[in-house]
Nanobody
Framework: QVQLVESGGGLVQAGGSLRLSCAAS????????MAWYRQAPGAQRELVAR???????DYADSVKGRFTISRDNAKNTVSLQMNSLEPEDTAVYYC?????????????WGQGTQVTVSS
């Protein structure tokens, strides 16, 4: 079993910055891709950014150039640096990791952290 703990959400004015972090703990697993998703009220959950085990990244078009995803494999953590925040970035942000344990692969989700950007 893997547990994810997120931190770093909050309230910020438009143009400001926030940094989200997610730490994975457990035993007998290896982490493949790590990602951040978000879900605004009344909307579907969407991919914000993903980083593979080799460090390749991809971003939603709406956050390119403003957000940066990074991972620390030694600490099993993934972070999302969010700059130039806009009110449209307001959402609950979820950490997601894809893991391998033995012959099985499985996705895990964090509990979500609220990000609110005021205009």
């Amino acid at each position: 079993q893997v547990q994810l703990v997120e931190s770093g959400g909050g309230l910020v004015q438009a143009g400001g910055s926030l940094r989200l972090s997610c730490a994975a703990s457990g035993s007998r697993f290896s982490i493949n891709a790590m990602a951040w998703y978000r879900q605004a009220p009344g909307a579907q959950r969407e991919l914000v950014a993903r980083v593979t085990s080799r460090g390749s990244t991809d971003y939603a078009d709406s956050v390119k150039g403003r957000f940066t995803i990074s991972r620390d494999n030694a600490k099993n953590t993934v972070s999302l640096q969010m700059n130039s925040l806009e009110p449209e970035d307001t959402a609950v942000y979820y950490c997601n990791i894809n893991t391998t344990s033995g012959w099985s692969r499985r996705d895990y989700w964090g509990q979500g952290t609220q990000v609110t950007v005021s205009s």
